[in-house]
Antibody, heavy 117, light 112 residues
Framework: QVQLVESGGGVVQPGRSLRLSCEAS????????MHWVRQAPGKGLEWVAV????????YYLDSVKGRFTISRDNSKSTLDLEMKDLRVEDTAVYYC??????????WGQGTPVSVSS | DIVLTQTPLSSRVTLGQPASISCRSS???????????LSWLHQRPGQPPRLLIY???HRFSGVPDRFSGSGAETEFTLTISRVQAEDVGVYYC?????????FGQGTTLEIK
């Protein structure tokens, strides 16, 4: 079955960096676009970034452009999110999500990121 | 950006009774390819969201048939024909017709 397992979350100070990873299994990773979606404590869902199946396109939420970088390694079935210059408002649970063709069909359990001084 | 507005924000329903949630979009969600990319997700407390409905009315694999979706252009509805205890949680509509993808603010469903 499809499994998405995130890692790399933690507590960091504002301005610092963090790298999230997602290990995928149970499907042909190289055939699917992948997203990161976040959820601040007690809040709703916010899409963060997408990378196409072949890495040909990447798109970002305006508030993270220039600070976050999404990448993937199809040979290892992994998805990453490099986050730089973190802000307090980036505090959230970050979910790795598979794109089933313009719908989000499988979600990981999420990894929490807390940005605090 | 497309704004999705859900109503109501919370709902208390008796077991076995129907429930419906509305999602209104600030722009038409009809894609130039003729499809409409409006989905519904359900999130139980402490769990990640899970997909219920995609492309307005298509039930995702394993989703009970008491869940149905309808609508077009800017007005969409999720209906639960007979609410069960496991249906509690927050429901989100989501659009993927235009980037950035956006979500509704969520509707909390509780049992009376």
């Amino acid at each position: 079955q499809v499994q998405l397992v995130e890692s790399g979350g933690g507590v960091v100070q504002p301005g610092r960096s963090l790298r999230l990873s997602c290990e995928a299994s149970g499907f042909n990773f190289s055939h699917y676009g992948m997203h990161w979606v976040r959820q601040a404590p007690g809040k709703g869902l916010e899409w963060v970034a997408v990378i196409w199946y072949d890495r040909s396109n990447k798109y970002y939420l305006d508030s993270v452009k220039g600070r976050f970088t999404i990448s993937r390694d199809n040979s290892k079935s992994t998805l990453d999110l490099e986050m730089k210059d973190l802000r307090v408002e980036d505090t959230a649970v970050y979910y790795c999500v598979r794109d089933g063709a313009w719908w989000f069909d499988h979600w990981g359990q999420g990894t929490p990121v807390s940005v605090s001084s | 950006d497309i704004v999705l507005t859900q109503t109501p924000l919370s709902s208390r329903v008796t077991l076995g009774q129907p429930a419906s949630i509305s999602c209104r979009s600030s722009r038409s969600l009809l894609h130039s390819n003729g499809d409409t990319y409006l989905s519904w997700l359900h999130q139980r407390p402490g769990q990640p969201p899970r997909l219920l409905i995609y492309m307005v009315s298509h039930r995702f694999s394993g989703v009970p048939d008491r869940f149905s979706g309808s609508g077009a252009e800017t007005e969409f509805t999720l209906t639960i024909s007979r609410v069960q205890a496991e249906d509690v949680g927050v429901y989100y509509c989501m659009q993927a017709t235009r980037s950035p993808y956006t979500f509704g603010q969520g509707t909390t469903l509780e049992i009376k």
